[in-house]
């Protein structure tokens, strides 16, 4: 489970001074759902799920994950998640497996599970054709899938996705969200932020609008429709932003 509890971030800027970029977020998410998190860019959504995932620390407030405290059980959290971004780097003179082996020895997973995890990933995600080739020669597609299949080597109960599908095409991108509502399916507990609102649609079964670091809207998607009296998510979206 996911529990957020008035977390928040200040960034000193030398031009601008006091910077809050998340400013007092609460929410909760529990095994088995999805925990869609939409913003414009700039409205703190990275920011939060670094802070969940301990690569930030928040300045006030605090989270649990997985029942561990951001705070005080920083390791045991990073080891209870997969955290996945469309930015996110790997090595270029490792090849696809060797990649994914490497992060799976890093959890401390041993040889005969390692392989086991590692064949099931490749087998679903279609990626054994690219397998032994180097990261440096992979396309963007098959690169973010060797991000996927680190994420999940370790088997975490739960998955932070920072806009995953960014810059991808129309097939990987359908990867990534069938991937998504198989975690959801397995029980894992799922935060997912986005801008593409029909991901939203199709994937959450909660949603919290961000804006200026603050969450400003929540709810399933049938309650926000009949609260802002809209259909359509992006539409609800503006209603949101504009109050």
Do not use: W
């Not at 529990?30 to 969940?52: E, F, H, Q």
């Not at 440096?136 to 599908?165: C, N």
């Amino acid at each position: 489970m996911i529990e957020a509890d008035h977390i928040a971030k200040q960034f000193r800027d030398k031009k601008h001074g006091l910077l809050r970029a998340v400013d007092g977020v609460s929410f909760r998410c529990g095994p088995g759902r999805v925990y869609g998190l939409l913003g414009a860019n700039g409205a703190g959504k990275t920011t939060t799920l670094r802070i969940l995932a301990t690569i930030l620390k928040p300045t006030s407030g605090t989270a649990r994950v997985a029942g561990y405290d951001i705070r005080h059980d920083a390791q045991k959290v990073r080891a209870s998640i997969g955290f996945l971004s469309a930015s996110t780097a790997l090595y270029p003179r490792l090849t696809a497996r060797e990649m994914v082996e490497y992060f799976g020895r890093l959890y401390g997973l041993g040889s005969a599970l390692l392989r086991q995890r590692i064949d099931s990933i490749f087998e679903r995600l279609q990626m054994e054709e690219f397998a032994g080739r180097r990261c440096d020669q992979l396309s963007t597609g098959m690169k973010q899938k060797v991000s996927i299949a680190r994420t999940l080597v370790h088997d975490p109960p739960v998955m932070i996705f920072d806009e995953p599908t960014l810059g991808l095409d129309v097939m990987t991108s359908r990867t990534i969200t069938g991937f998504i509502r198989e975690c959801r399916d397995q029980g894992k507990t799922v935060l997912f932020s986005t801008h593409v609102m029909s991901e939203a649609e199709k994937l959450c079964d909660l949603i919290g609008i961000i804006h200026s670091g603050r969450l400003i809207a929540e709810g399933t998607l049938a309650e926000l429709r009949e609260r802002y009296h809209q259909y359509d998510l992006e539409d609800i979206f503006m209603q949101v932003m504009q109050t």
